[in-house]
């Protein structure tokens, strides 16, 4: 049923008719719309057979989603930002103990300074911690990729990631084609845990394990990643089958036949890209794009045939990997190594920055002419950047470097109340 609505509600809807049987939350934005139009499912009755748990931290949140994932209830919850790095300890837990949890994120910057808007620094501060990390670059794709992530979860018995920008994605209204309870029924069987607490069966998880077996254990949990590999693009299928639509799958080529340049990203910010390179195609630029929908496991195999006959090929994330640079391109550049390909680096969007096309079409066009840098800064303000370094070389107590950059701008700290 084709339908216009928020992002956020478009997800909660999506969760609600997967049918989960434990629901644990903590409010923080942007993904607080979610669990509340969940909650309100199951405080009005539309979603029956749901405990909503409200917990006092998102700690507490992952938490109570290992104990009732382990007892074999269908488990969900949403988190952002500094919630999630606070929820850390218990998500490298949910993935060590096996646990198919599956989380929305909603992807925002990582303070400090404090900052609400989209950028990827949350969820890949988090891409080592064994959970599988799928990007939406739709309102659409969100719906269709939490629907896939519980099959997937439950089949290979691994906590899921479902990515989506905050703000760009979770507050923005879009028509969406919402599937009925019958489409996901014959999609998404019943759940049956690969393991469960059985008071009739004791057993012991989260036991101590020494070196002469952690080495295997962790293996293991590779190891389901790369099986993970195999199904993403069978469900991916599957989907299709049901729903009549394509969504999800490991990558998303666009116009990349014979296209020498390469632009590669994650997220919405593949729509901006596109809407370029569509304008410098037909100014007789050959230039395609590579959108990567999951980012763990990471597709190298899939990556270097998208890659095998362009000249060069451009990363464009959203995050920043302090000291060396790309995230993303480094995992890239792996899946390239011994191709000979020309790669850059470009880090935009942090921190909610906008991403222009005008600013896309320069970079583009410069790499193309190969004079890009191997990392870039897409719109930095170096000549506030500059005078604050200047500050500090000259005076050795220069106070809080952010709010120094704000007053060169004349702009106000934001105040938290």
């Known amino acids: 049923m084709l339908k216009q609505c928020e992002g956020s509600h478009a997800v909660a809807e999506a969760v609600a008719l997967c049918r ?12 607080t719309h979610i669990v509340e139009g969940i909650g309100e499912m199951v405080k009005g009755g539309e979603l029956k057979d749901c405990e909503f748990i409200n917990v006092e931290s998102e700690f507490a949140a992952m938490s109570v ?32 103990l096996g646990l198919p949890i599956v989380m929305t994120v909603a992807n925002r910057a990582i303070g400090a300074p404090i900052n609400i808007w ?25 719906l269709d990729l939490h629907i896939q992530a519980f099959k997937l979860a439950e089949e290979i018995s691994l906590p899921v990631m479902v990515c989506m920008d905050g703000f760009i994605l979770t507050h923005a209204y879009e028509r969406v084609d919402m599937p009925t309870q019958e489409q996901v029924d014959a ?56 729903f009549g639509r394509d969504s999800g799958g490991l990558i998303r080529t666009y116009r990349t036949e014979d296209a020498e340049t390469i632009v590669i990203a994650m997220g919405s910010v593949l729509g901006t890209i596109k809407d370029t390179v569509d304008e410098m195609r037909e100014a007789g630029h050959k230039i395609g794009v590579l959108g990567i929908t999951s980012f763990r496991p990471f597709p190298l195999v899939e990556v270097a045939a998208a890659l095998k006959h362009c000249k060069r090929f451009v990363v464009l994330e959203k995050s920043l990997a ?20 020309k790669g850059y680096t470009v880090v935009a969007g942090l921190g909610g920055r906008a991403i222009t096309m005008k600013s896309l079409t320069g970079l583009f066009e410069k790499a193309g002419r190969d004079e890009l840098d191997l990392v870039t ?41």
């Open 20 to 31: 989960p049987e434990v629901i644990c939350a903590y409010p923080i934005s942007p993904q």
């Open 65 to 96: 989603a290992i104990g009732s994932s382990a007892t074999g209830a269908r488990t969900y919850t949403a988190t952002a930002s500094q919630g999630l790095l606070y929820m850390v300890e218990a998500v490298y837990n949910a993935s060590g």
């Open 118 to 142: 989209n950028d990827h620094s949350d969820s890949l501060s988090q891409r080592d911690c064994g959970w599988i990390q799928l990007f939406a670059e739709t309102n659409q794709e969100a």
């Open 187 to 242: 999609f998404l069987p019943p759940y049956e845990p690969r393991q469960v607490l059985d008071v009739n069966e004791p057993v012991s998880i989260g036991a101590m394990v020494g070196p002469e077996a952690f080495m295997e254990v962790r293996y293991l949990a590779h190891a389901k990643q790369m099986q993970a590999l195999e199904l993403i693009p069978q469900l991916a299928q599957e989907f299709k089958t049901v």
């Open 322 to 341: 302090v000291g060396i640079g790309g995230i993303v391109a480094t995992n890239v550049r792996m899946a390239v190594t011994g191709m000979g390909l």
């Open 377 to 417: 800064f897409l719109d930095l303000d170096w000549k506030v950047v500059n005078k604050q370094l200047e500050r500090e070389r000259e005076k050795r107590r220069t106070g809080p470097a952010a709010e120094a950059m704000l007053r060169d701008i004349g702009a106000v700290a934001a105040r938290n109340y």
